[in-house]
Structure formats: structure tokens, C-alpha cells
């Protein structure tokens, strides 16, 4: 079904949520921190992306094709939307290969530059201009934050805590350019930059590349509105690294969400693998 709207009557809309559903496990955490909150929830999403079994417990819901901006608005503005937020990931393999509608196409001739933040800048800017609040999903979320610190039992060992000292300000500018969140780092040398494939790709690339005991760093890009694309790991980060044969995680404290961090630190223990939460 494209489409269904199970609401009733328009009192019903008041204070509604929409989520802008990408794929992984962050859009069902958002919507069940709204629901906790009392407020009403719709959802949009997109094929080969947003997990399918999140449609039955939204509001409302419309399927979309990449591009459809227009259409994203229509939805909200017969939704009675007051706040929007974006959870979930877009891979941007397909995001590059997106079909715009007028309204987007618009858009883009206006702002004409592609890279992930000016574009979702653009996006949050034209659904405001319809009165429409673009809000954080970690508003929903405050539990979720990545704490400061030793997380793991193990504590990086000197070589890693070198390998972080050095890939820490490469991640930062990497993101500063907006190429992406994510690098690995063997003995002091960027082994794989995240750019279009994604962290687990990345971190898969970098285990082929040089073999055990990557350092994987994932930061909050400096230029990126806090409200849009949030640094995200989780169990199946930690999953990936173990495929991949990692031994330690820096992530960005305060600005990142991890997701299910018991099983996610279960999982890292398990493997050996440290995990530390480093402020910006």
C-alpha cells in the first residue's frame, strides 16, 4: 500500500510527528520516544531502505521515491505536521541516483551543490518555510547520547590510543569538507575514508585492506546542523568490526547516538574489542 491514514477525526492531528524514515533500528526508537511523549506519529519512507514492520504502528504513512520533496510536503501539510525529524540512513549510493520532482528540482538549481549537509540544510529550510519545525531525533532520544570515557572493558592499548591522537583531527576534517563521518587508521596511516559506501563498508574495506587491528573513529561533522544526520552506531557496527577484525572504537561523546549500547558492549567484550567515548 502506498498510503493509509488510520486517524479519525482531525483532533487526532494535533501536535503530530512526522519521521522521515531511512533504514536501521533509529526511526523505531524515535517513534517509540514520541509515543512515549503522547504525541501523534506519521511516517514517509523509501523502498529498499525503511524497514517494512514500522508502517503498522504509524498514524499515517506514505512511501516516496528519493526526490519526491513535493510530495513529502503534501503528505505533512494533510497530516496536520507541526515537527519534522530525519532518523535512519539513506545509502548515498542510491541517493545519487534520486529522481526530483518540481519542487526539488528547484531546489537544487537553487542551491546547486549536491554534498550531504548543504543539501539537507536546503531541505530543512524549505519545509520551515512551510511552517513546518525540522526537529533532532535525539530529542527523543536524550538516553541515547554516547557517554564520555572507557566504555569497554578493555582500554585502548598505546598503539591504538597513537592511532586515535592521529586519526581524531583527520575524521574532523574529513568532515569538515563533507566527505564523511567515519575513518580507519592502522600504525598512524588512514587505511579507508568513509565517502558514499557507508561506515560498514568502510570498515569492511579497511580490514581487507591491512588485516587485524584497525582503529575505527567516527566523529560529528563540524559544519553539520546537530538536528540532521547524527553520527549512529550500534550492534551491528560492532558486528562489522569483528568481521573485520577492528580492535577499538573512538566515537564522538554527546554528539552521536549509540544504539542498544548493552548488546553493543556485550558484543565488543566478547570480542576484545575496546570502545571509548571521546569529547569533541
Known sequence: MDYFDQSHTANARSGTLAIIAGGGRLPRLVLDGARAMGLRVVGVGFGGETEADLIRDMDAWQWLHLGQLGKLIAFCKQQGVKRIVMAGKVHKARAVDFRPDWRAAKLLWKVRNTQDDVLLRAITEELESEGMAVVAAQDFLPHL???????????????????????WPLARQMGSLDVGQCVVVRKRSAVAVEALEGTDATILRAGELVGPGCVVIKVFKPIQDPRLDLPAIGPQTIRTMIQAQASCLAVESGRSLFLDLPESLSLADSAGISIVGLAS
Open 145 to 167: 547520547k554516547t557517554p564520555e570515557g572507557e566504555l569497554t572493558r578493555r582500554k585502548p592499548t598505546p598503539e591504538e590510543q597513537a592511532d586515535i591522537q592521529f586519526g
